[in-house]
């Protein structure tokens, strides 16, 4: 399978605990992104990198969400201290190179905070 | 601040029939795309299509077109001769540099 592909697909967690996620793009895109979507709404751009670099992160949610993608390959993104409010789906896409259109997406991972 | 809005949160159609999805943005940018994104139940989003601004044609796909007013801001799509398959979320979204903006969606549900 050449798409991209997220990990993992479901996460449970209680209120106060750390998690992470993991977006593995399709292998020759250098762009990634990732979204949260909630119940009923569109996704809501979170933050993107290009190779390993980190260009646009104002967008996160606060300072307790933290993305990294370290060889320019695979990227994590962590919540620290998670609250019920981030119950939603991560979404995570790649695009092909010198484009920020056709982005591919991800099957995207529901995080449910207890 | 750049916004996109799909004033239809639901709508159906019969099997082979034309339906209408509206989008409307704001942007104060010169050079942007728009795109329409479709997301089934339980499965991945998928680019149905997209249109350059500073292109004045409208874009086709098979059965899918766009109806492209870039003064009115406005960004319909058009979907031919429907089919169940066509059963999704669909997402009108606007793409400005690096930044993306999604629009809430429109459900679509094809009646056989």
């Known amino acids: 399978d050449t798409g991209v592909s997220q990990n993992p697909r479901h996460k449970i967690t209680k209120r106060g605990q750390n998690v992470t996620f993991r977006c593995d793009p399709i292998?020759?895109?250098?762009?990634l992104y990732w979204y949260r979507q909630t119940l009923g709404q569109g996704p809501e751009f979170l933050t993107y990198?290009?190779?390993?670099?980190?260009?646009?992160k104002s967008r996160l949610l606060s300072d307790r969400f933290s993305a990294e993608r370290p060889k320019g390959s695979f990227s994590t993104l962590e919540i620290q201290r998670t609250e019920q409010g981030d119950s939603a789906m991560y979404l995570c896409?790649?695009?092909?190179?010198?484009?920020?259109?056709?982005?591919?997406f991800g099957p995207g991972t529901r995080l449910t905070v207890t | 601040a750049q916004t996109v809005t799909q004033s239809q949160p639901e709508m159906s159609v019969q099997e082979a029939e034309t339906v209408t999805l509206s989008c409307t943005y704001d942007?104060?940018?010169?050079?942007?795309?728009l795109f329409w994104y479709k997301q089934p139940p339980s499965r991945q989003m998928i680019l149905v299509i997209r249109?350059?601004?500073?292109?004045?044609q409208n874009a086709t796909e098979n059965r899918f077109s766009v109806n492209f007013q870039k003064a009115a801001k406005s960004f319909s799509l058009k979907i031919s001769d429907s089919q169940l398959g066509d059963t999704a979320m669909y997402f009108c979204?606007?793409?400005?540099?690096?930044?993306?903006?999604f629009g809430p969606g429109t459900r679509l549900s094809v009646l056989p």
């Open positions: 896409a790649s695009s092909v190179p010198g484009t920020s259109y056709e982005q591919y």
């Open positions: 292998s020759e895109h250098n762009r």
């Open positions: 990198f290009q190779n390993e670099a980190q260009l646009e």
């Open positions: 942007t104060s940018e010169n050079n942007y795309y």
């Open positions: 249109q350059e601004a500073y292109k004045q």
């Open positions: 979204a606007l793409n400005y540099g690096q930044n993306f903006v």
